[in-house]
């Protein structure tokens, strides 16, 4: 395993707050080496958290998770989400790498005391012990006695050792060849930095991994490293121990659950800043727009459209800079306050009580979930969006619309002001309603006359 020659390229990944594209940035490349040489380069190597880029719309942010990727294979060597709450202070980190750097000179100085705390509790467990073990470990330890066995398969192997009858000095000396590799080439090579208890129970077994967790000789700065690792490998236990260990796990997956939420909160900040930042894009255009019209001295008399859509982007730009001043609220569950009066059914209906008609037209309906209702308008075509993103199907509906409706109770703010300022620059009708129902909609469009 340890002469096996891998391909590890270390990425961030994580989803474009903007966007919402996955994207993946290769940050570093080991190279094809055998698995020893990229496991000693490990310990030498940072990777410093810092920004990537939307392949998509070039937006900056933050990475979600730190991968170590084989590249032959494909296979994924270890995935670590990327915490932003700041537990481990340069300090702190500055002393751990200390003592990773000095972990055989530390290990030398107690080594003798771990393999007999290590061989002891093999003893008494000794069934589940050798359970436990590999099939190369098995015959290592055969080795260290100089025996040999006639087994044929991983069962037969245990079944010959367990029956052998040993000694108790024969398993001591059994116990220490067999997981010398374990102990010297994969605990103590990798250290406790770079150590994976989830895999490692997979890997050597339940009892060893716990037994290391809990009596392996760290440094000071090490066993914080340790206090994480046993609410991974220590959920039940007996005697007096017991409740310490539940508590401990406890807290653990409370630690691991907060700093999730500070994942999440970190995300979505970016997720406001980028909405933020095309609000504030938005708002620059439409100041632009107006600057131009007022600097146009070639006009002597304008048109009455022309002065509807000023005073329109005008009303647009008050409604812009009154939400950045207001406190941010999650806008799905926030009614949008319209400046615009309603369609109202009595207001609209003319005196003579003539109808539009909508045959050919093609209505446009942001807000809620209204295209199953839409599926059944036969008099003209209805396009629908829930109005909670500004994707490439919301695009595609203000340029195919002849008229935009917004249910104002079902839609984000940025939603109506994107198809507000889209109806103002495309002299489109647009029109607010509370009201739901599609047909009830459209009768209220008949008899409300067109704006342009």
């Known amino acids: 395993m340890m002469n096996k ?11 474009c707050p903007r966007c919402k594209r996955y994207n993946e940035e290769v940050i570093y490349d080991y190279g094809l080496k055998p698995y020893w040489v990229v496991e000693k380069e490990m310990d030498s190597v940072k990777h410093y958290i810092h920004d990537i880029s939307c392949k998509r719309c070039a937006t900056a942010f933050s990475p979600e998770s730190l991968v170590y990727r084989e590249s032959v294979t494909g296979s994924v060597y270890y995935e670590r ?16 790498m200390k003592e990773h750097e000095n972990r055989f000179e530390y290990f030398r100085q ?3 005391e771990f393999w007999d705390g290590f061989t002891a509790h093999a003893l008494q467990n000794w069934r589940d012990s050798i359970n436990e073990l590999r099939p190369e470990e098995l015959l290592a330890g055969l080795a260290g006695l100089d025996m040999t066995t006639n087994a044929r398969t991983v069962n037969q192997l245990r079944r010959d050792i367990l029956n052998r009858g040993m000694s108790i000095d024969q398993k ?3 116990w220490y060849a067999a ?36 009596n392996y000789p760290m440094e000071e700065a090490h066993e ?10 220590v959920r039940k236990d007996r005697g007096d121990n017991a409740f310490l260990f539940k508590r401990i796990a406890q807290l653990s997956d409370e630690l691991y659950r907060l700093s999730g939420n500070l994942r999440d909160k970190h995300h979505h900040i970016q997720e406001m800043r980028a909405e933020i930042e095309d609000k504030n894009k938005k708002i620059h255009e439409l100041y632009q727009a107006l600057k131009n019209e007022r600097g146009n001295k070639n006009i002597i008399s304008r048109d009455p459209d022309d002065i509807r859509k000023i005073q329109d982007l005008k009303s647009l730009i008050n409604e812009l800079i009154l939400a950045q001043d207001k406190p941010k609220k999650e806008e799905r569950q926030e009614e949008v306050v319209i400046e615009e009066v309603p369609i109202d059914f009595e207001r609209s209906d003319s005196a003579t009580g003539e109808r539009r008609n909508l045959e050919g037209k093609t209505i446009g309906i942001i807000g809620g979930q209204r295209a199953k209702q839409a599926k059944e308008i036969t008099e003209c075509r209805i396009l629908t969006h829930t109005g909670y993103t500004q994707d490439p199907e919301f695009e ?20 109506m002001w994107t198809a507000k300022a889209h109806a103002i620059d495309q002299n489109k009708s ?4 509370k009201a739901i129902n599609l047909y009830r909609i459209l009768d209220d469009i008949k008899k409300t006359p067109v704006t342009h």
């Open 396 to 415: 595609s509906l203000l340029k195919e619309s002849d008229e935009l409706v917004i249910l104002t109770q079902f839609v984000s703010h940025a939603a």
């Open 172 to 174: 001591i000396k059994f």
């Open 430 to 433: 647009i029109h607010y309603t």
């Open 81 to 96: 989400p990327i915490d932003y709450d700041g537990q481990t202070n340069p300090e702190t980190l500055d002393l751990q």
């Open 179 to 214: 997981n010398h590799d374990y102990v010297y080439d994969q605990l103590l090579e990798i250290g406790p930095m770079g150590w994976y208890v989830e895999g490692d129970v997979k890997q050597f077994g339940q009892l060893r991994t716990r037994y290391v967790v809990l």
């Open 224 to 233: 914080r490293l340790r206090t994480d690792m046993i609410g991974k490998v």
């Open 110 to 112: 107690h080594e003798t």
């Open 5 to 15: 020659m891998i391909h590890i390229k270390v990425l961030f990944k994580g989803h």
